[in-house]
């Protein structure tokens, strides 16, 4: 059974879609529903989804943006984009960054069993490579630094500790910290500091979030230290950044 995220503003084009595909009786299950690209990239990187089906034109964060940050993911998802006439340009783009395959609207049941069928059949293809590939990287032996590298990108930056990290390697947080900086020539705190600027960089120019939200998503409880943080590090405020962004788009 492969699962499928779906992701549209609208609540009854989801509905209508969930409601389809379950008609189709193929090997397929909507594990999850998203309203904008910026809720379903935040699932995703903390949930297994096979497939994504989305809408081009949402607040937040639009569908071909959730299509370039998804293909930045060590584990990547097959996409299909749902468009209308007038956003064939779009379509084109978003299927030289890797779309699985487009719909348009109205979705008919015809077209969505089509496009499923083709993208199951691709698949079952790939399903012995995969699993093969996974055996491989299963049985590579990996650093513990490795091991805190890859608790990093699976965990929200509000809640990456430098005890929870020496947990998930069975380390006294101390020694950790002098490993950290042995290894990485940098403090386990200044890594997770530049961390949190970058993420907020991006929420900033890719998202209309407010400053204080992105605050708090990138682990800051204060706005104040927060601003401190990110004009020290970059120069600008939060705001200036997120100006001078928009400008140079």
Not at 13 to 38: D, F, Q, S
Not at 96 to 119: F, I, M, Q
Not at 183 to 203: A, C, G, M, P
Request: proline share 3%; with cysteine; charged share 30%.
């Amino acid at each position: 059974m492969k699962s499928i995220v779906l992701v549209d503003d609208e609540r009854w084009v989801r509905t209508a879609l969930k409601w389809t595909i379950n008609k189709l009786n193929l090997p397929l299950k909507v594990v999850h529903e998203c309203e904008n690209g910026l809720e379903a990239l935040d699932w995703i990187k903390q949930n297994e989804a096979d497939l994504v089906i989305t809408d081009i034109r949402m607040p937040i964060m639009e569908g071909l943006t959730l299509v370039k940050e998804l293909s930045q993911l060590k584990r990547k998802q097959d996409v299909m984009v749902i468009s209308v006439h007038d956003e064939f340009q779009f379509v084109q783009q978003s299927l030289r960054n890797g779309v699985t395959d487009y719909l348009l609207k109205p979705v008919e049941e015809n077209e969505l069993r089509a496009s499923l069928e083709k993208w199951l059949d691709q698949q079952s293809i790939e399903e012995t490579t995969r699993n093969s590939e996974k055996k491989v990287e299963e049985n590579l032996p990996s650093s513990t630094i490795e091991r805190v590298l890859h608790y990093f990108q699976k965990t929200p930056l509000d809640q990456i500790t430098l005890k929870d990290a020496a947990e998930r390697v069975h380390m006294n947080p101390s020694y950790l910290s002098q490993l950290f900086k042995q290894q990485l020539n940098k403090k386990f705190v200044d890594y997770i500091t530049e961390l949190r600027i970058e993420e907020s960089k991006r929420l900033l120019v890719k998202t209309s979030l407010r400053m204080s939200e992105i605050a708090e998503r990138v682990g800051y409880s204060d706005l104040a230290y927060f601003s401190n943080n990110f004009k020290k590090i970059t120069g600008f405020s939060p705001s200036e950044f997120r100006k001078s962004a928009i400008f140079k788009i």
